[in-house]
């Protein structure tokens, strides 16, 4: 009798052990489910949103192809339509397949010495950025800083340029290169917020407008998926807004075309002007606002 009351007394226990088990996975399971539909939520959109995110998705695509600093306003735009944070993701996933159309088209026209001297520093600050989100989830502390930089080196460039004319030195200094291939890094991991930095580069090295776009469309094509893990690692990039990405392919492709045909018409002069004056305005607000 006393054995048999023993191995019932085990008997419930296993079974109250169990139960309590099947309960904590229930709700494990529920709140999973929770989440789930939380993150979904999160990229439901309504009309005005679907006619923004549209909209910057062609601003993406005119400057892939043709004028870079055309998408100064998309950061600010897709941060109106959804969660800051979400949209840095989703933005990500519209650059990567509007980088496709770029690289196919300007797939000759990249020198590759720019490229292969900015992209060591530019991983660098990717996984330095990386951890900056891990610990703050916000940029806007480093966003005026950035900002100032930026506008200071366009400041030093447009002196440059000016009192020794077209006779200024290119910069070739190795620190030149590491120093705003790190740069570039950090922003874009951030914020996709690098394009003010590649300008001061690309004009520092007096390159043709073809092969300025050239060259920015395929450095950033090789960031850009190098950035895909630490954003997915940091739920900033999930299936949902990689659907949405697809979705938006169309506008994408109409924006590469627009910038492709701009880009055949516009002058050099004026194209070096607009895309300083895109970058300057872009500092600005990473600096105010």
Same mark, same amino acid.
């Given at each position: 009798?006393?054995?048999?009351?023993?191995?019932?007394?085990?008997?419930?226990?296993?079974?109250?052990?169990?139960?309590?088990?099947?309960?904590?996975?229930?709700?494990?399971?529920?709140?999973?489910?929770?989440?789930?539909?939380?993150?979904?939520?999160?990229?439901?959109?309504?009309?005005? /949103?679907?006619?923004?995110?549209?909209?910057?998705?062609?601003?993406?695509?005119?400057?892939?192809?043709?004028?870079? /600093?055309?998408?100064?306003?998309?950061?600010?735009?897709?941060?109106?339509?959804?969660?800051?944070?979400?949209?840095?993701?989703?933005?990500?996933?519209?650059?990567?397949?509007?980088?496709?159309?770029?690289?196919?088209?300007?797939?000759?026209?990249?020198?590759?010495?720019?490229?292969?001297?900015?992209?060591?520093?530019?991983?660098?600050?990717?996984?330095?950025?990386?951890?900056?989100?891990?610990?703050?989830?916000?940029?806007?502390?480093?966003?005026?800083?950035?900002? /100032?930089?930026?506008?200071?080196?366009?400041?030093?460039?447009?002196?440059?340029?000016?009192?020794?004319?077209?006779?200024?030195?290119?910069?070739?200094?190795?620190?030149?290169?590491?120093?705003?291939?790190?740069?570039?890094?950090?922003?874009?991991?951030?914020?996709?917020?690098?394009?003010?930095?590649?300008?001061?580069?690309?004009?520092?090295?007096?390159?043709?407008?073809?092969?300025?776009?050239?060259?920015?469309?395929?450095?950033?094509?090789?960031?850009?998926?190098?950035?895909?893990?630490?954003?997915?690692?940091?739920?900033?990039?999930?299936?949902?807004?990689?659907?949405?990405?697809?979705?938006?392919?169309?506008?994408?492709?109409? /924006?590469?075309?627009?910038?492709?045909?701009?880009?055949?018409?516009?002058?050099?002069?004026?194209?070096?002007?607009?895309?300083?004056?895109?970058?300057?305005?872009?500092?600005?607000?990473?600096?105010?606002?």
């Amino acid at each position: 009798m006393i054995i048999f009351d023993y191995q019932l007394s085990i008997a419930n226990c296993q079974l109250q052990r169990r139960l309590k088990t099947d309960r904590l996975q229930s709700l494990e399971f529920k709140q999973a489910v929770n989440n789930f539909d939380k993150g979904a939520d999160t990229l439901e959109l309504e009309l005005s /949103g679907w006619i923004i995110v549209a909209l910057c998705a062609m601003m993406i695509g005119i400057s892939k192809t043709g004028i870079p /600093g055309v998408a100064i306003l998309v950061v600010p735009m897709m941060a109106i339509a959804i969660p800051a944070r979400e949209s840095v993701g989703l933005l990500l996933g519209i650059l990567i397949l509007a980088d496709i159309f770029a690289v196919a088209y300007h797939r000759h026209n990249a020198l590759w010495t720019h490229v292969l001297r900015l992209l060591p520093p530019a991983l660098a600050g990717i996984a330095a950025g990386y951890f900056f989100l891990r610990l703050i989830n916000d940029d806007n502390q480093l966003k005026p800083i950035i900002g /100032g930089i930026v506008l200071l080196m366009l400041g030093v460039h447009f002196w440059r340029t000016k009192t020794s004319g077209k006779d200024a030195a290119i910069p070739t200094q190795w620190w030149f290169a590491l120093v705003l291939g790190f740069m570039a890094g950090v922003t874009t991991m951030m914020a996709n917020a690098a394009g003010p930095v590649m300008v001061i580069y690309l004009l520092a090295m007096r390159l043709d407008k073809i092969e300025y776009v050239g060259t920015q469309a395929w450095f950033f094509f090789v960031v850009n998926w190098l950035k895909v893990p630490f954003s997915s690692n940091l739920n900033m990039m999930t299936a949902e807004s990689v659907k949405l990405d697809l979705m938006m392919l169309p506008f994408i492709a109409a /924006g590469a075309v627009i910038g492709i045909f701009f880009l055949k018409r516009i002058p050099q002069k004026t194209f070096a002007a607009v895309v300083q004056i895109l970058a300057a305005v872009a500092a600005v607000k990473l600096l105010f606002f």
